[in-house]
Nanobody
Framework: QVQLVESGGGLVQAGGSLRLSCAVSGSRFSANAMGWYRQAPGKQRELVAKITSGVTTNDADSVKGRFTISRDNARNTVYLQMNSLKPEDTAVYYC?????????????WGQGTQVTVSS
């Protein structure tokens, strides 16, 4: 069974840094697109950053210059380095990946990891 296993969330003061990791388990295929989304209380889930075959896209203007997405294809793992964190970055962060499964490209989600930034 394919799963995305996230780690690295927590509580940090404003201006601090955190690094999120998301590893694919249960699949012998490398993920295609991988990305991070977040959802703050009372808000819709939004795309933070996405990486596709080495081409990165930071789709949230609010994180440009502060967050960096990267991936290790050998480990089938995606990372999100978050620097200069702000209280408005507080949210549950979800990993997302498109993985070939039984001949179909299937979208998977991680369980979510809480990031809390105190002022």
């Amino acid at each position: 069974q394919v799963q995305l296993v996230e780690s690295g969330g927590g509580l940090v003061q404003a201006g601090g840094s955190l690094r999120l990791s998301c590893a694919v388990s249960g699949s012998r295929f490398s993920a295609n697109a991988m990305g991070w989304y977040r959802q703050a209380p009372g808000k819709q889930r939004e795309l933070v950053a996405k990486i596709t075959s080495g081409v990165t896209t930071n789709d949230a203007d609010s994180v440009k210059g502060r967050f960096t997405i990267s991936r290790d294809n050998a480990r089938n793992t995606v990372y999100l380095q978050m620097n200069s964190l702000k209280p408005e970055d507080t949210a549950v962060y979800y990993c997302n990946a498109d993985i070939w499964t039984n001949g179909n490209l299937v979208e998977y989600w991680g369980q979510g990891t809480q990031v809390t930034v105190s002022s």
